[in-house]
């Protein structure tokens, strides 16, 4: 039986982050170099795009470069760069035909030349497109976030645009790169590591963490089922209690 049989449609996630991990790991384990494993991650990428697409999940976040990489060696950032842009070309069709809505966030100037005007070109053409929205983190790291918010927040006050007093948390989630986006409900890493890297870091604090073995590559529809059936299984409380929760 497939997982899929095991969802309540009903109680999807609004959102879903994936912190893809394991590409490197997977191609060493057949003796390639780590951009093979990349290559089998876009596979992986479009399984899961497809995946939400059909059970009605309304977005989508992938951590796909974070500010970090830039740190690895230069043949293979340009390799995840050249794949980003062949991967944004030769898939802006389906985006098209699946009413898929494409946006990134991060420090998206930063990306190599050819790589940015290819991705505005993809988010403005899939910019009224209503069935999903598809967020790639590109050049994206949490702190890297935070900090922009917090000087951005701090001009407007130097403008007297903004009181300090006019600051909460609905004012700063404001100012983040995710305005306008609901928080993740459900965060997935994939090979087995059990961290956050910088991701996200205001929008999960109340996140369902869902850790597995599965190297990104390899990760299916069905693996995608089997999360969001233990996200189903969790009781969200929220900082209440267990009792309060089943009155609501
Ligand atoms: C992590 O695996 C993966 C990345 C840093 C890049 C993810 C990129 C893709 C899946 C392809 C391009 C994506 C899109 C959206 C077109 P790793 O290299 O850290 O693996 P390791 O931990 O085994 O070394």
């Known amino acids: 039986m497939s997982f899929k049989e095991s969802i309540d449609l009903n ?11 394991g590409n490197g790991r997977w191609a060493k384990r057949r003796g390639k170099l780590r951009i093979f494993g990349h290559q089998h991650g876009v596979d992986a990428v479009k399984e899961v795009t497809e995946a939400c697409a059909e059970l009605g999940v309304p977005y989508l976040t992938l951590y796909a470069f974070s500010t970090e990489n830039w740190n690895r060696p230069p043949l293979e950032v340009n390799a995840l760069m050249g794949l980003l ?3 944004l070309h030769g ?14 966030i991060g420090d998206l100037k930063s990306l190599a030349r050819g790589c940015y005007p290819e991705l505005m070109h ?4 899939t910019a009224s497109n209503d069935r999903m929205t598809l967020i790639l983190a590109l050049s994206y790291s949490a702190r890297w976030e935070l900090a922009m918010a917090a000087r951005n927040i701090a001009t407007q006050v130097a403008l007297g645009n903004l009181r300090p007093e006019d600051i909460n948390q609905e004012r700063f989630a404001s100012y983040l ?3 306008n986006i609901p928080d993740p409900e459900l965060l997935i ?3 087995g590591e ?3 890297s910088n991701f996200m870091l205001w929008q999960i604090a109340y996140t369902e963490l ?3 073995p599965v190297l990104w590559p390899d990760f299916t529809k069905e693996d995608l089922y089997k999360a969001i059936v233990d996200f189903q299984s969790r009781e969200r409380r929220f900082g209440m209690t267990s009792e309060q929760i089943k009155v609501l």
Do not use: G, W
């Open 11 to 21: 109680r999807l996630p609004v959102h879903i982050a994936i912190i893809m991990d």
């Open 85 to 87: 842009v062949k991967t």
């Open 91 to 104: 898939e802006l069709k389906t985006l098209q035909d699946n009413n898929i809505r494409l946006q990134a």
């Open 122 to 125: 993809a988010i403005r053409e």
């Open 177 to 179: 790169t995710t305005n």
């Open 189 to 191: 890493r994939t090979s």
């Open 194 to 196: 059990a961290r956050i």
């Open 210 to 212: 869902y850790f597995t």
